[in-house]
């Protein structure tokens, strides 16, 4: 049968515009939306890429209204939640349940969200930003009539952070049933929203940070100039829509001249990732050799992750995001070594919270991870005191959470039987 009459043939599916969607969102999580044509969305869904326009205006749709979908199911999600609840608390369980559901329902749409929303034109993201700005408002007033004694600052910035737990759903994870890990995520969420906050068992002065990805441009070495200029380009506007000479205009350089130091523009985004995974693997196999209990290892290798990721964020920006532009080998050996931090991270946790199984901690610990990864990426959270102190503080709350099966957030203890500390100083 000819291609031009297969939209219009026997059995094709009821709701093709919804088959679109689907199989662009499936493409565009595992080739990035700048690497996925209409042409590839039509093949993939068995018509023409002039059948397409049939049911949907553009390649933008198939990105935007996935991304809709979600992001107003949250929003009814939170309406519902408040209106028939018995008190604040209950409000609160009603939204986590809620939202953990919306996002284990579709994990790619959440990897989408998060990996390339700054694709969609500025009114479509502008729409989508506020409706989820107006859906963390509702989550604030309820968070708030839980705990009065925090700033709007500080329920939100808890708010982002837990909501930021859900980017592991879009990760590949060990194979825990899905009634146990919607539960195991509601805890997590629950015990950094209601600020279960573990102390840090080690008194540290926490260091200023390197600020050489700061630094004026003469300040850096001629390479490391060209890295950290695209890291900046990258992180703004993806790894598709910067080019050579973008690069070395930043680095103060032609575009040919690049090719002094690289061989080629993937040979940057190599570069850069592999510079990630080189302080992550040094600052968390330094940390798990400390010395002492249990507790403490996994405070230094809470840090090790909160310290590179807040020191580089640059670069971890596009760590996140730009991992299925490099080439299929390289980034199974990314994969590995990412893999191997977490399963360190699992580890310990494994030992200060024997209860849990190998497989629900390296959940928790990727789901811990990506917090600190979408803490990092955020701008929204510069001004906050002690930025590192209060995600580090989140952390431990997430990752030492007891009881999953629990609905009650009292579960969750501090180490030690310390008294719990908020994630923020109040003032």
Request: proline share 4%.
């Given at each position: 049968?000819?291609?031009?009459?297969?939209?219009?043939?026997?059995?094709?599916?009821?709701?093709?515009?919804?088959?679109?969607?689907?199989?662009?969102?499936?493409?565009?999580?595992?080739?990035?939306?700048?690497?996925?044509?209409?042409?590839?969305?039509?093949?993939?869904?068995?018509?023409?890429?002039?059948?397409?326009?049939?049911?949907?205006?553009?390649?933008?749709?198939?990105?935007?209204?996935?991304?809709?979908?979600?992001?107003?199911?949250?929003?009814?999600?939170?309406?519902?939640?408040?209106?028939?609840?018995?008190?604040?608390?209950?409000?609160?369980?009603?939204?986590?349940?809620?939202?953990?559901?919306?996002?284990?329902?579709?994990?790619?749409?959440?990897?989408?969200?998060?990996?390339?929303?700054?694709?969609?034109?500025?009114?479509?993201?502008?729409?989508?930003?506020?409706?989820?700005?107006?859906?963390?408002?509702?989550?604030?007033?309820?968070?708030?009539?839980c705990d009065p004694g925090l700033t709007v600052a500080q329920a939100e910035f808890r708010?982002?952070?837990?909501?930021?737990?859900?980017?592991?759903?879009?990760?590949?994870?060990?194979?825990?049933?899905?009634?146990?890990?919607?539960?195991?995520?509601?805890?997590?969420?629950?015990?950094?929203?209601?600020?279960?906050?573990?102390?840090?068992?080690?008194?540290?002065?926490?260091?200023?940070?390197?600020?050489?990805?700061?630094?004026?441009?003469?300040?850096?070495?001629?390479?490391?100039?060209?890295?950290?200029?695209?890291?900046?380009?990258?992180?703004?506007?993806?790894?598709?829509?910067?080019?050579?000479?973008?690069?070395?205009?930043?680095?103060?350089?032609?575009?040919?001249?690049?090719?002094?130091?690289?061989?080629?523009?993937?040979?940057?985004?190599?570069?850069?990732?592999?510079?990630?995974?080189?302080?992550?693997?040094?600052?968390?196999?330094?940390?798990?050799?400390?010395?002492?209990p249990a507790e403490y290892r996994l405070a230094e290798i809470s840090w090790a992750h909160?310290?590179?990721?807040?020191?580089?964020?640059?670069?971890?920006?596009?760590?996140?995001?730009?991992?299925?532009?490099?080439?299929?080998?390289?980034?199974?050996?990314?994969?590995?070594?990412?893999?191997?931090?977490?399963?360190?991270?699992?580890?310990?946790?494994?030992?200060?919270?024997?209860?849990?199984?190998?497989?629900?901690?390296?959940?928790?610990?990727?789901?811990?991870?990506?917090?600190?990864?979408?803490?990092?990426?955020?701008?929204?959270?510069?001004?906050?005191?002690?930025?590192?102190?209060?995600?580090?503080?989140?952390?431990?709350?997430?990752?030492?959470?007891?009881?999953?099966?629990?609905?009650?957030?009292?579960?969750?203890?501090?180490?030690?039987?310390?008294?719990?500390?908020?994630?923020?100083?109040?003032?």
């Open positions: 049968m000819a291609m031009s009459q297969m939209d219009s043939a026997p059995g094709r599916p009821r709701d093709r515009r919804a088959q679109l969607i689907r199989e662009a969102v499936r493409l565009f999580w595992e080739r990035g939306y700048d690497g996925v044509s209409v042409a590839d969305v039509a093949a993939a869904a068995g018509i023409t890429a002039a059948a397409v326009y049939r049911h949907l205006p553009n390649k933008e749709s198939m990105l935007v209204e996935p991304i809709r979908e979600m992001v107003t199911a949250w929003y009814g999600a939170a309406l519902v939640a408040q209106d028939g609840a018995a008190n604040p608390v209950d409000a609160l369980d009603r939204l986590v349940t809620a939202v953990v559901e919306v996002a284990m329902d579709r994990p790619d749409v959440v990897g989408l969200w998060h990996r390339e929303s700054r694709n969609l034109q500025r009114e479509a993201r502008d729409e989508l930003v506020a409706l989820r700005a107006t859906t963390v408002a509702h989550w604030s007033t309820t968070l708030l009539a708010i982002r952070a837990a909501l930021g737990l859900l980017n592991s759903v879009a990760v590949r994870r060990a194979p825990v049933a899905r009634i146990q890990l919607s539960a195991h995520l509601q805890q997590m969420m629950k015990a950094v929203l209601l600020s279960a906050t573990v102390p840090d068992p080690r008194e540290r002065a926490v260091p200023a940070f390197d600020v050489r990805h700061h630094a004026e441009p003469v300040e850096l070495a001629r390479r490391e100039l060209i890295l950290h200029s695209a890291a900046r380009l990258i992180r703004v506007n993806g790894y598709h829509r910067v080019g050579i000479d973008e690069i070395g205009a930043a680095a103060g350089i032609s575009g040919p001249s690049v090719y002094g130091h690289f061989s080629s523009k993937v040979d940057v985004l190599i570069a850069l990732l592999d510079r990630v995974a080189d302080l992550l693997d040094a600052a968390v196999r330094t940390a798990s050799q400390v010395t002492g909160v310290y590179t990721a807040l020191n580089a964020r640059d670069f971890v920006s596009v760590y996140a995001t730009e991992l299925h532009n490099v080439p299929a080998a390289h980034a199974r050996t990314l994969q590995q070594r990412r893999n191997n931090r977490i399963r360190i991270c699992a580890e310990c946790l494994t030992e200060v919270r024997p209860q849990i199984t190998m497989r629900l901690a390296r959940v928790t610990s990727q789901a811990a991870t990506e917090m600190i990864f979408g803490i990092a990426r955020s701008r929204r959270f510069d001004d906050i005191p002690a930025l590192a102190t209060a995600t580090h503080a989140l952390t431990m709350s997430a990752l030492v959470c007891e009881n999953v099966e629990s609905e009650s957030v009292s579960s969750c203890r501090p180490l030690g039987g310390r008294p719990p500390l908020t994630a923020l100083a109040r003032k």
